[in-house]
């Protein structure tokens, strides 16, 4: 059979031309992100890190439409992005260590390692709305500058504007998988409305290039237009299915909880483990239900309490903990003695034996001052300022290990005869932000206007906490919008009076530290109760849900850090100076106090709120596994949607070309499209003979497919000028036949982009949104 010469190759306009034109795209996709990265302010103080994130954004997606703008190949502008990222991020946050300020160098990754660090250590601590320290601050811009390169490899490289606008979602949907409200609907709306404009501004710029193209080669006739809702009404159904699916997704999605892992609502918060871990235990004492934490023998002269976390550093207005990267030299084995104690102190050694019942943390409970743990399974470390012992590779659920550990018993002398004299480990102890509520100080100063040394000041807030004009009370902090341990909080509580055991602790930390003493605050257990039972000879305890606790300690040199009670009704006041004030609870067996506070509820320290017992807790891990499950599954959905609605379309395509006359158009299309998703051009100008030709000098067909192809072109080209229809059995089977052949030709990356991501899918959603009936014959 005679072939006609291939149609001549049209001209492709650099500089100036068709890429060139690109560049109203780019604007549009930074407008989109912008908009987007300004969702996420209900979750972050302050408007600062907007302008950084926006000025990283606006680099990498202007600096792209000005490489193309020079003419710069397509394939590597993508590279160039990502070093326009590189650079200015080197630039913005590497402290003068690149060369020439733009260049990373060895010193640059070191620098942005600990940033990434300390910005994963301080988006673990805090609540919303967080405070934006330099390390959060160099993961959104990094992380803005990373979707930035996202979507224009995918919007404007690959020409794929739709799919590459998702990359916007990430910032714009986070708040309805962190705060309960969810995302807010004007900012969905603005988003939307930014989205349709850059659809709209790539049916302008299709159009631009189409024109330019006939400019300069053979012009084309325009595909037949139908009626119907045209460019702007396409774009509106689009987007307001963007806008409804974002509400859905934000309302139903599982919110992300303390634990790192998903859970359903209520409760969702900030970020991953030990996040607002006050405002958690707030939420866990009004959680009437009590479950077991762990129970303990102990050789000690007093029943300990036990410390799972110690929050050392005021972000903003909050009390967050200065997490350090795990140290592999601090193994739990070996513990140094207590920093700043003193060898006149007298001190007794003590041995606890613990066993896990029903905490599931990353943090260990364990007595303060340990100096060494035996039995633990997997990797635990101290952390040398805290003492805090944890794991980022273990939990606590099942273990069982001894402690072993030190009690300090100095006395009131030695308490006041402490200098202040500070080291200089402990000054950031004394940090409190300048705009703290003047009440703070103003009261501190009026309970110790009597006293003379750091510790009869420290007895005076104690003693004026604990007196009868505070409350124990979980609920009214809710009820009147002051809950948590954030300073402003404190101004609050001292006005009402009303808290539990967060507010005070964090109260008598602050208002020490106002006063000059060093101060923290510490979370973990009670005592506990003792038990009937006994273990290994000695009383065992009891520790449950009900004990979980905060309260705050204070550092004199040459003691170290030493426990203080304010919260009434709770624990036990310290023996220091061998009297109890009036309103002092009356001690329980085994150092617990009497109280009629309502019972803590599930540990949400823990990483899963796993101290509930049978039934609740294997529910909560269901539900946890549910949610896992349905993001799994919706992630893979979401994946797979493009490869399903492209089958979904060849089989109707191959049904309807079965059933009825005519369909050898139909046939023509599906063959287009399929070499389409395979990566080969279909300009408008090509004839099928021509289009066929190019196709089996690619030499994938077979002499079979080669026939079959042969017959589908002929089909094709009778349906011009003959009406009668040709035989739609066989033409489905030649068609199968060629697309078969076509796919397996290809090399296996073709392959698959041609499975899950087909081009003239994307085509086709462009050829709706400009009002035209027919995508077939255009070109990637």
């Known amino acids: 059979m005679r072939r006609p010469a291939p149609s001549p190759r049209v001209p492709r306009v650099r500089s100036g031309g068709r890429d060139a034109a690109l560049w109203p795209l780019a604007i549009s996709l930074l407008l989109l992100l912008l908009i987007c990265c300004a969702a996420l302010g209900p979750?972050?103080?302050?408007?600062?890190?907007?302008?950084?994130?926006?000025?990283?954004?606006?680099?990498?997606?202007?600096?792209?439409?000005?490489?193309?703008r020079l003419g710069l190949p397509r394939p590597i502008v993508p590279v160039a992005n990502a070093v326009v990222l590189v650079g200015t991020m080197t630039l913005l946050f590497s402290g003068g260590t690149g060369l020439f300020w733009l260049i990373p160098t060895p010193q640059t990754s070191g620098t942005f390692t600990e940033l990434v660090a300390a910005g994963g250590a301080s988006i673990a601590q805090q609540s919303t709305p967080a405070e934006v320290t330099v390390g959060i601050l160099f993961l959104l811009a990094g992380g803005t500058g990373l979707i930035a390169v996202l979507m224009d490899l995918l919007a404007v490289t690959l020409r794929w504007p739709a799919l590459g606008a998702a990359g916007a979602l990430v910032p714009l949907l986070a708040p309805g998988f962190i705060i309960d409200d969810g995302a807010e609907l004007a900012a969905l709306v603005v988003a939307a409305i930014a989205f349709l404009l850059l659809l709209r501004v790539d049916v302008y710029v299709r159009r631009a290039q189409e024109q330019t193209t006939s400019?300069?080669?053979?012009?084309?006739?325009?595909?037949p237009r139908r009626r119907g809702p045209g460019p702007i009404g396409g774009a509106l159904?689009?987007?307001?299915?963007?806008?409804?699916?974002?509400?859905?997704?934000?309302?139903?999605?599982?919110?992300?909880?303390?634990?790192?892992?998903?859970?359903?609502?209520?409760?969702?918060?900030?970020?991953?483990?030990?996040?607002?871990?006050?405002i958690n235990l707030g939420q866990d004492l009004r959680r009437p239900k009590a479950g077991p934490a762990f129970h303990y023998t102990s050789t000690g002269t007093e029943q300990p309490y036990f410390t799972l976390l110690t929050l050392d550093e005021v972000i903003g207005l909050n009390w967050t903990a200065r997490i350090d990267g795990a140290n592999t030299r601090n193994t739990v084995d070996d513990i140094q003695r207590p920093f700043g104690l003193d060898t006149t102190v007298e001190t007794v050694d003590a041995s606890t034996s613990i066993v896990i019942d029903g905490v599931n943390s990353h943090w260990l409970p364990a007595p303060a001052r340990a100096t060494s743990i035996e039995g633990l399974t997997g990797r635990w470390y101290w952390d040398s300022r805290t003492r805090a012992i944890a794991s980022t590779t273990a939990n606590t659920l099942g273990q069982n290990y001894t402690v072993s550990s030190l009690e300090i018993k100095p006395t009131a002398d030695q308490l006041r005869e402490s200098s202040t004299d500070y080291p200089a480990s402990v000054l950031g102890n004394l940090q409190l932000p300048v705009n703290r509520p003047p009440i703070v100080d103003e009261t501190a100063r009026q309970v110790t206007a009597d006293t003379a040394t750091s510790y009869d000041a420290a007895i005076a807030l104690q003693t004026y906490l604990r007196s009868s004009a505070f409350t124990y009370d979980t609920q009214a902090p809710v009820e009147d919008g002051y809950d948590g341990g954030g300073l402003d909080v404190i101004g609050v509580f001292l006005q009402e009076?009303?808290?539990?055991?967060?507010?005070?602790?964090?109260?008598?930390?602050?208002?020490?530290?106002?006063?000059?003493?060093?101060?923290?605050?510490?979370?973990?257990?009670?005592?506990?109760?003792?038990?009937?039972?006994?273990?290994?000879?000695?009383?065992?305890?009891?520790?449950?849900?009900?004990?979980?606790?905060?309260?705050?300690?204070?550092?004199?040199?040459?003691?170290g850090w030493v426990k203080f009670e304010p919260t009434p009704g709770r624990g036990t006041v310290p023996n220091y100076e061998q009297t109890v004030d009036a309103d002092t609870p009356t001690a329980l067996p085994g150092g617990a106090a009497s109280t009629s506070a309502p019972g803590l509820g599930a540990d949400r320290l823990a990483d899963d709120s796993a101290l509930e017992r049978g039934a609740s807790a294997q529910g909560a891990d269901t539900s946890n596994l549910l949610g896992i499950i349905g993001l799994s599954v919706?992630?893979?959905?979401?994946?797979?949607?493009?490869?399903?609605?492209?089958?979904?379309?060849?089989?109707?395509?191959?049904?309807?070309?079965?059933?009825?006359?005519?369909?050898?158009?139909?046939?023509?299309?599906?063959?287009?499209?399929?070499?389409?998703?395979?990566?080969?051009?279909?300009?408008?100008?090509?004839?099928?003979?021509?289009?066929?030709?190019?196709?089996?000098?690619?030499?994938?067909?077979?002499?079979?497919?080669?026939e079959a192809l042969e017959r589908v072109l002929l089909a094709v080209e009778r349906s011009r000028f003959d009406r009668t229809p040709a035989r739609g059995d066989t033409l489905a089977a030649d068609l199968t036949l060629v697309l078969r052949a076509l796919h397996a030709g290809a090399s296996v990356g073709i392959r698959l982009r041609a499975t899950f991501a087909p081009t003239s899918l994307f085509a086709s959603l462009g050829a709706v949104l400009r009002g035209e009936r027919h995508a077939g014959a255009l070109a990637p």
């Open 215 to 223: 400019a300069t080669g053979p012009r084309a006739s325009r595909a």
């Open 497 to 559: 009076k009303r808290g539990y055991c967060v507010h005070f602790a964090a109260t008598m930390a602050a208002m020490a530290r106002s006063l000059g003493i060093p101060s923290r605050v510490s979370l973990g257990y009670l005592p506990g109760v003792k038990s009937q039972d006994l273990e290994q000879g000695r009383g065992r305890y009891d520790v449950d849900s009900h004990d979980l606790h905060a309260w705050p300690e204070l550092y004199f040199v040459g003691i």
């Open 237 to 278: 159904v689009v987007g307001s299915l963007a806008i409804v699916g974002a509400l859905i997704l934000s309302t139903v999605a599982p919110a992300f909880t303390a634990g790192g892992l998903v859970t359903a609502r209520p409760g969702g918060l900030l970020f991953g483990r030990g996040v607002s871990p006050l």
């Open 43 to 68: 979750l972050l103080r302050g408007s600062a890190w907007w302008w950084v994130s926006a000025l990283v954004g606006a680099a990498v997606l202007l600096g792209s439409a000005l490489f193309r």
């Open 634 to 706: 919706l992630g893979l959905l979401v994946l797979l949607l493009p490869a399903a609605a492209r089958r979904m379309l060849r089989r109707s395509r191959l049904r309807r070309i079965r059933s009825a006359g005519g369909g050898a158009g139909l046939a023509w299309t599906e063959l287009q499209h399929t070499s389409l998703d395979h990566g080969l051009v279909v300009p408008v100008t090509e004839t099928p003979r021509a289009f066929a030709g190019r196709l089996e000098r690619l030499g994938t067909l077979d002499p079979a497919s080669t």
